[in-house]
């Protein structure tokens, strides 16, 4: 089966940027939907973007303007970029994906907005 592992998360300013990678040990092309969640401590997950297999991008609300989401079918990888960071970005960060009857998700990475 498909496992994914997130990348690229740290520690960065408010106002600063990261990206995050999602490397995926098979093929993705089957995935009709990839994600990226996040979990704030004390929070429940909640989905940030979401790409699908037409390349049509949903972003939530507190993020829209900020991240993009983006899926290289070719490279097996799911990206997020992030700008104007802010301290309640701070969460784990986890790469979903979704086939027919499945559903991966990485292990997380952490990302941290603070001065």
């Known amino acids: 089966q498909v496992q994914l592992v997130e990348s690229g998360g740290g520690l960065v300013q408010p106002g600063g940027s990261l990206r995050l990678s999602c490397a995926a040990s098979g093929s993705i092309f089957s995935f009709y939907f990839m994600g990226w969640y996040r979990q704030a401590p004390g929070k429940q997950r909640e989905l940030v973007a979401s790409?699908?297999?037409?390349?049509?991008?949903n972003y939530a609300d507190p993020v829209n303007g900020r991240f993009t989401i983006s899926r290289d079918n070719a490279k097996n990888m799911m990206y997020l970029e992030m700008n104007s960071l802010k301290p309640e970005d701070t969460a784990v960060y986890y790469c979903n994906g979704k086939g027919i009857g499945y559903d991966r998700w990485g292990q997380g990475t952490q990302v941290t907005v603070s001065s």
């Open positions: 790409i699908d297999g037409g390349l049509n991008v």
